[in-house]
């Protein structure tokens, strides 16, 4: 159907909005070098604020250890998921955790022995920013199953109700650097690849990829470089050695590949504007059938990354363009996002404008276990320092932003 006769009916009704869950996948993301307890901050005040309750929850299970070979190297898989008990018992609550992944993983694991390889782990991008850590191979399995569990669930749901919008929500997935056969960037397994896999497997239609972290979405941009049916746009923070290195500058371009480099200081307005003047103007061009979004969050003002100058609600403006503009079941994935209680708060606020609510439903953080990380924001979800940008040099003037302009949407 035409995506804008589409919107005109989805007008008429609340979306339907799902969200993944697994009790075990949290325990085992809040073991992720770069982000440890994040995910359980995140979960905890989406649940305070009972927004759980809203959504249709998608719990996750398990998968076939082969489906990540829809996209990975059978080679880089196999060291990836292999058993690692030395890692896995520095742990803090090994035991616990053990005996939930036997539970879980009970049918698909078997009697594999334990290999040492510390040569293949550097071929395969193990090391440095991405070293094997407690139950990995449970995480990669997991993170992956959410993407591509949900991604199933986005289409059928689709497909079945004709008249809602169905929104779908992993805050677990947006892995978007890892590559064919290599760990990048936080990055063990590409979800993200793997979840548009799956959904163009189950439809005849197209998929649009926008990746709006501070970081450039390499590895999903590298996997569909050639594909005709998904399209990639990139929007990030770009400098000579930014991370990461050699990639998203606006020259390597092409139809069906864009890159949006901005420079550093970009705010809600800049972002907004090239969401509205370039971004709606590709997707009108690639005219797809689902949208993905990866909404990384390390582009706020209060992330210790430094680099862009966005607000949670500044995010949250930018789903209500799209929303408005866009009349396609979207996906909506996590990312990066290194301020774990301000990440917390935008993923739960973004929940909230995609089940409709405003600003005022966010106010004094309710009673739960993660309350006392909230002890210097006074227990409140708006402080002065998150309502606002800070002060900081703005590199994105309009002749700039106007030059990525003229140049992406003349390919
Ligand atoms: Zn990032």
């Not at 005040?45 to 398990?62: F, N, R, T």
């Not at 397994?189 to 501070?214: H, P």
């Not at 864009?258 to 997707?283: F, S």
């Not at 430094?306 to 079941?329: A, C, D, F, H, K």
């Amino acid at each position: 159907m035409n995506a804008l006769r589409r919107l005109a009916q989805y007008a008429q009704a609340m979306n339907r909005v799902i969200l993944t869950h697994s009790t075990l996948l949290t325990a085992l993301k809040d073991h992720l070098p770069s982000n440890k307890q994040r995910q359980t901050i995140v979960d905890g005040l989406l649940y305070a604020y009972q927004l759980d309750q809203e959504c249709e929850i998608l719990p996750i299970a398990p998968m076939e250890w082969a489906l990540l070979e829809q996209y990975h190297d059978a080679d880089f898989i196999q060291e990836l998921t292999r058993p690692r008990d030395v890692i896995d018992q520095q742990s803090e609550n090994y035991k616990t955790m053990q005996e939930c992944i036997n539970d879980e993983f009970e049918e698909l694991d078997d009697d594999e022995q334990e290999l040492s390889s510390s040569v293949q782990d550097e071929k395969f991008g193990l090391s440095f920013d991405c070293y094997p850590f407690p139950f990995m191979r449970y995480y990669v399995n997991l993170t992956a199953a959410s993407t591509i569990q949900l991604a199933r669930r986005l289409v059928n749901s689709t497909n079945e109700t004709e008249s809602r919008r169905t929104i779908g929500i992993n805050w677990y997935g947006g892995r978007h650097h890892c590559h064919r056969s290599r760990c990048s960037g936080f990055c063990y397994v590409n979800d993200v690849v793997l979840g548009i896999t799956t959904i163009r497997k189950m439809c005849s239609g197209g998929v649009f990829y926008l990746d709006l972290d501070l970081h450039n979405g390499d590895g999903v941009a590298e996997a569909f470089k050639f594909s005709k049916k998904v399209s990639t746009c990139s929007v990030h923070r770009h400098d000579v050695g930014f991370f990461p290195v050699g990639t998203g500058r606006l020259d390597v371009s092409v139809a069906g590949m864009y890159n949006v480099p901005t420079r550093r200081g970009l705010t809600d307005e800049d972002m907004l504007w090239i969401i509205e003047n370039i971004v709606l103007k590709l997707i009108e061009k690639h005219q797809p059938d689902y949208l993905v979004v990866q909404l990384g969050c390390d582009g706020l003002a209060l992330d210790p990354n430094n680099e862009w100058n966005m607000t949670i609600q500044g995010y949250s403006s930018v789903m209500r363009l799209l929303l408005g503009n866009v009349g396609l079941p979207i996906m909506v994935l996590g990312g990066g996002g290194y301020n774990h209680t301000e990440v917390a708060k935008c993923w739960t606020f973004v929940t909230g404008t995609l089940l409709g609510y405003g600003v005022d439903k966010f106010d004094e953080i309710p009673e739960h276990r993660q309350l006392d990380h909230y002890e210097s924001d006074g227990f409140m979800f708006w402080t002065d320092s998150n309502l606002h940008p800070r002060k900081m040099r703005n590199g994105n003037d309009l002749e700039y932003l106007q030059h990525l302009k003229s140049h992406l949407l003349s390919l």
